[in-house]
């Protein structure tokens, strides 16, 4: 038998060649190589050297620590997820302010800490920009926005191919190694977004279990990049998605203390803004805050998690329905509004950056049509909207969109931010967060809700995050929203506007049908697998709708499914054969 002394950088790099009477080959040796109680998948085809960089013997010790300490309390969490949800259904209670955190809301002496001067202006962040895409993250880095929302959640598909090659152009972008773009600490500031915690990482295993998304993303960028990031006076920062409550906040706060132990970096090096996607949160902002106070950069707002959050949590109530989101929801509603005017109030009380949400709108090419200027000042009217309640930032999308962004913050605030808003003159009460707006059901919205859920499912099954449609692009949030009101509707039985006629499964599946034409066209389909797809997708979005009980999060719905991960083994077999698609 050969005696061969093995390197697991050398295995995954491919430079050591195997013996051929390895009947497993490289997959079993370099496993054997891992850490004890690591199990991960080998790289995609085609990333040995971005895997070889990211899952060093010692980044995977890190992971595993990580993982080994936190998973106990991740666990617990979600539990309480579920417990907080069976127990709205089972009391009738509606949510409102907690008694037992009270002296944390009526202490009016805490702050948080102040951020780093790099923060103090966010005035325009580029949104859902899903790091695998190395040329738009070019594009970002070398952009005139103040931050770049490094998306490894709503606006990306976290296919193992995408979670590497985003990370590791992190990587890249941190040590300036790409060419086009400036130094780090010149480049629009990275704000790291790693998956929610209702995500698994299905690749990798610690202790025989699969591990949470978010600690897979957060570990590796931590360990890769927070010293550099730190050094350059640009990091590490993050956006922390889809937090729940002020325990949740809690336990993000345990974890940046654990790898600032871990990694020899300062107390309070790790600043973090949440995203407020949740009806349930907004009413635990403050305590969000104070948990994380040493560690925080603010809170975000935006429409469309945060609204289907409330067909997830109190959907199958009458009182909770929620009208058609194409004509009848927007941030000038009373529910929005109010949500938006408490986050700006409770940061600003409390020393913090209160950010908007993302204008999703494209601009045409022709700068000259009728259409690009109804779309600038269809943007316009909507983010001074926001300006005018006291919000220090917002995202876009389209770069296009930035510079005239940036102008319209300089015309109507003053500095960096708007700290020195404090709104003492604003009452929210839980009647402002929980009144649904007025109004009905359109055959338009309905179609809309349909395809937008359709085509995300589809880009899914594609390995992209989000799409483009009529305009706009749309991502888990939209799909979030479109599929959550058509369950609802569904559900409560709704009449349209338009004829009369009664939502139900059997109106929506034959509205469906007629639109394979209209989906065709969006999707582009020109082979017989994009007719597969487009036909699964489909089916995958009826089967979602119509569901007793509403699935929590669509994303998990599809990560969990075994189409979605049999797509995946599709797209990086085909990979080995030399026909992998550049999209996914």
Not at 180 to 208: C, D, F, K, T, Y
Not at 380 to 393: C, N
Not at 398 to 407: R, S, T, Y
Not at 442 to 448: F, R, V
């Amino acid at each position: 038998m050969e005696n061969i002394v093995y390197s697991y950088e050398k295995v995954i790099q491919g430079s050591m060649t195997l013996p051929k009477s390895s009947s497993r080959g490289t997959e079993r040796l370099w496993r054997m190589l891992a850490p004890r109680g690591v199990d991960v998948e080998p790289p995609p085809a085609g990333l040995q050297l971005e895997f070889q960089t990211l899952f060093t013997t010692e980044a995977l010790q890190f992971l595993s620590d990580l993982c080994t300490t936190f998973q106990p309390e991740v666990d617990r969490v979600l539990k309480l997820r579920t417990l907080r949800k069976v127990q709205l259904d089972l009391t009738g209670e509606l949510p409102g302010f907690r008694e037992d955190t009270a002296h944390i809301r009526n202490d009016p002496t805490w702050r948080v800490s102040p951020v780093p001067s790099r923060l103090q202006c966010r005035h325009v962040d580029i949104g859902d920009l899903s790091p695998c895409d190395t040329h738009r993250f070019i594009q970002g880095l070398r952009s005139k926005a103040q931050g770049i929302q490094v998306d490894f959640d709503d606006g990306n598909c976290p296919t193992y191919y995408n979670q590497i090659k985003g990370i590791y152009n992190v990587y890249q972008a941190v040590r300036n190694q790409f060419h086009a773009a400036p130094p780090i600490s010149q480049a629009p500031v990275l704000m790291l977004r790693p998956r929610a915690w209702n995500m698994v990482e299905n690749n990798m295993m610690v202790n025989g279990q699969e591990i949470p998304g978010p600690l897979f993303d957060f570990g590796l960028l931590m360990f890769h990049n927070a010293k550099l990031l730190l050094e350059s006076q640009s990091g590490p920062f993050f956006y922390l998605s889809k937090v729940e409550s002020h325990l949740e906040a809690k336990l993000w706060n345990q974890i940046f203390l654990w790898t600032e132990y871990k990694l020899d970096l300062p107390v309070g090096s790790v600043k973090a803004t949440v995203l407020i996607e949740c009806v349930l949160a907004s009413f635990e902002m403050e305590e969000i805050l104070y948990e994380l106070r040493e560690h925080s950069a603010g809170l975000n707002c935006g429409i469309w998690d945060y609204s289907a959050s409330f067909v997830n949590k109190l959907g199958h109530r009458a009182d909770f329905l929620l009208p058609d989101r194409s004509k009848y929801v927007n941030m000038e509603k009373r529910f929005l509004r109010s949500y938006m005017d408490l986050l700006v109030k409770t940061c600003h009380r409390r020393g913090a950056l209160a950010t908007g949400g993302m204008a999703a709108l494209l601009l045409p090419r022709d700068k000259q049509s009728v259409l690009y200027k109804t779309v600038v000042t269809t943007v316009t009217r909507l983010k001074l909207l926001e300006i005018q309640a006291g919000v220090d930032g917002f995202m876009v999308y389209d770069m296009d969109l930035i510079e005239p962004m940036q102008k319209l913050f300089q015309l109507h605030s003053q500095g960096k931010n708007q700290l020195q808003q404090l709104r003492d003159d604003l009452t929210v009460s839980p009647d402002d967060l929980l009144t649904m707006p007025a109004g009905g059901v359109t055959q338009y919205g309905l179609k809309y809700n349909i395809a937008v859920g359709v085509l995300f499912i589809e880009a899914w099954l594609s390995g992209r995050g989000h799409f483009f449609y009529k305009g706009q692009v749309e991502d888990s949030a939209t799909a979030e929203i479109s599929r959550s009101q058509v369950w609802q509707w569904i559900r409560h039985q709704v009449k349209l506007e338009d004829d009369g006629r009664t939502v139900t499964r059997g109106l929506v599946r034959s509205l469906a049908q007629g639109m394979q034409d209209d989906l065709r066209e969006a999707t582009h389909c020109q082979t017989q697998r994009d007719e597969e797809r487009l036909a699964t997708a489909l089916s995958m979005f009826l089967e979602v709708v119509q569901k007793s009980d509403f699935p929590e999060f669509l994303t998990t719905y599809l990560y969990l499914d075994h189409t979605f991960l049999s797509s995946q083994r599709l797209h990086e077999d085909r990979a080995d054969e030399g026909h992998y698609k550049a999209r996914l």
